[in-house]
């Protein structure tokens, strides 16, 4: 009997030590067998979250039953996570409780108008373009930024690629490319580029961006740009024909006719003199440093060349302008563009 007792009492002890190294290797074994990376989105459905969770591990059963423990439903936070080579249970349940902030890339640029912006930045990080848009037009948010207006924010969005949190809301982006604008061109050599031009970063960009559309020749930017600057100073309107597609928002017209011309809008420069209010599009980083570097010289008309290679011609009076413009023209009706 004693004996039989002995042998139940081992049993039982080596059934528990077996059941406790079985749950310890549930919980505190590696459950995660290479890297990868999880993204929760904002609000998203528990059961999604797990389904995701699940192909990443290798214990199910474990996960779930940690998870019911800790009350993980409804505490996920939102975020990009990085599930790492031989991480447990227990270290994937807390890591989506507490939550951690973790980068993610945004690249930016190419962006015409604040709507097509608003789309690229949705398409790269958790926030929908709705919300994104909302905060670009946000009159608040601009005069916190020291702006007369919302369009004015956007020519602090410098084409570039930028570490982010993944949950970075969409008003802390605007004040994140804020901060990236200061830095940029709180840089000496970048002040005193801007004094020789006589303006501020708005209307730098601003002009930046009118060449940008003008020609995606990098070589041609500083002649073009002298070109503007040449206007300015002598107080003659810019009439870039860029600002016209903008104003009436009909960026597929390859013909300027003299009825567009008469489109009244701020944005028009064949209309008002100087610059527009805001930039027309996100101009290149080649269009900016062109503008900083602008090339001296006495021209202050150009057309494009009727080779259609991209590159422009250059005058100095009125007379040589229409000249080349009537060539140009000749080429548009021979191609029968209208």
């Not at 969770?53 to 996570?81: E, M, Q, T, W």
């Not at 982010?164 to 802390?172: K, N, P």
């Not at 028009?268 to 003199?273: C, G, M």
């Not at 009076?317 to 009537?326: F, P, Y």
């Amino acid at each position: 009997m004693r004996r039989k007792v002995i042998c139940l009492v081992g049993a039982a002890v080596v059934a528990a030590v077996v059941a406790a190294v079985v749950a310890y290797r549930m919980f505190y074994g590696p459950c995660v067998a290479s890297e990868r990376v999880v993204e929760v989105a904002a609000a998203e459905p528990y059961a999604v979250t797990m389904e995701k969770i699940h192909d990443a591990i290798d214990n199910d059963a474990a996960f779930d039953c940690y998870a019911r423990r800790i009350s993980l439903d409804g505490a996920v936070k939102p975020g990009r996570y990085t599930l790492r080579e031989g991480m447990t249970v227990i270290e994937v349940a807390r890591l989506l409780k507490i939550g951690e902030h973790r980068t993610t890339r945004l690249t930016i640029n190419n962006a015409r108008t604040p709507e097509s912006l608003a789309g690229r930045i949705s398409h790269q990080i958790d926030i929908d373009s709705l919300t994104m848009l909302t905060a670009l037009r946000d009159e608040e948010l601009a005069a916190e930024l020291g702006y007369d207006s919302p369009e004015s924010m956007f020519s602090i969005f410098l084409p570039d690629t930028y570490e982010v949190y993944s949950d970075i809301g969409a008003e802390e982006l605007v004040r994140r490319m804020k901060r990236e604008s200061d830095r940029f061109w709180n840089d000496e050599t970048r002040r005193g580029q801007l004094e020789r031009l006589g303006m501020t970063p708005l209307e730098a960009m601003t002009l930046a961006s009118i060449v940008y559309e003008e020609t995606r020749k990098s070589d041609e930017m500083p002649r073009i740009a002298g070109v503007y600057v040449n206007r300015l100073k002598r107080g003659i309107p810019l009439q870039a024909d860029p600002t016209v597609k903008y104003a009436m928002q009909d960026f597929a017209l390859r013909r300027i006719l003299y009825r567009h011309l008469k489109f009244d809008s701020p944005y028009n420069t064949y209309i008002y003199r100087g610059l527009p209010p805001s930039p027309i599009c996100m101009p290149g980083r080649d269009a900016i440093e062109a503008v900083l570097d602008f090339e001296t010289h006495d021209y202050i008309f150009f057309c494009a060349r009727p080779t259609f290679d991209g590159y422009h011609n250059f005058a100095r009076t009125l007379a040589e302008h229409n000249a080349n413009a009537r060539a140009y023209s000749a080429e548009l009706n021979r191609r029968k563009i209208k």
